[in-house]
């Protein structure tokens, strides 16, 4: 047998610490749970072990990360903060992944935006929050996405897509008779929000 390995892109405002480390935890308990028996292999890495970027840290993501499968992006109440290219590091990395999805399929797209978002209590974090519902309306006519309510539910959510999504691709190896080549690991590279 030849083993699968699946890379994964997630991509978040710095509002969601916690959900990284869900991300990570969820990988890692996965990959222990059913990693041997289909033989994947999933494994995290997030920007904070990369080498600080002095300039233009979005453009320093973008070229560390590489190809990937499946992009998984988060959002909260905030947006993120605005890069060269975008309204904010996430919604540039989204537009990256949606062009090479459209392009060639590649990588899918997973969205989970968190619901039941805090009131703002002054005009920036409203204006983040703005940001947010409309981003969510914008995907919302292009790509399927799901609400969490709180971090268990977002735990709960992400481990049974990626359970999904790691048996879909074996289901699909096996079906065409060979292993996908789905180079390097599992990433969990959240932006610098």
């Known amino acids: 047998f030849c083993q699968l390995r699946k890379l994964r892109f997630i991509s978040s405002p710095n509002d969601l610490h916690r959900e990284r480390e869900i991300v990570r935890r969820v990988t890692k ?11 994947v292999t999933l494994k995290t890495k997030d920007w904070e072990s990369l080498p600080p970027a ?10 560390k ?19 060269e290219k975008s309204e904010s590091g996430t919604q540039e990395e989204f537009e990256r992944a949606y062009a090479a999805w459209q ?3 590649k990588p899918e797209i997973m969205f989970y935006f968190k619901a039941g978002n ?10 983040q929050l703005l940001k947010v519902l409309r981003f969510q309306e914008d995907l919302s006519a292009r790509i399927f996405w799901k609400n969490y309510l709180d971090p268990a539910d977002f735990e709960r959510k992400f481990r049974e897509d990626l359970e999904a999504k790691i048996k879909e691709a074996v289901l699909r190896s096996n079906k065409s008779g060979t292993t996908e080549n789905l180079t390097g690991m599992l990433r969990a590279v959240p932006s610098f929000y």
Do not use: H, W
């Open 65 to 83: 990360i590489g190809d990937y499968d499946v992009y998984v992006g988060i959002m909260g109440n905030r947006f993120g903060t605005r890069t």
């Open 103 to 105: 392009s060639s399929g």
């Open 118 to 127: 805090k009131t703002p209590v002054n005009a920036t974090e409203a204006e």
């Open 29 to 39: 308990s996965v990959d222990d749970d059913i990693g041997d028996e289909l033989n």
């Open 54 to 63: 002095a300039e233009k840290a979005q453009e320093y993501i973008n070229c």
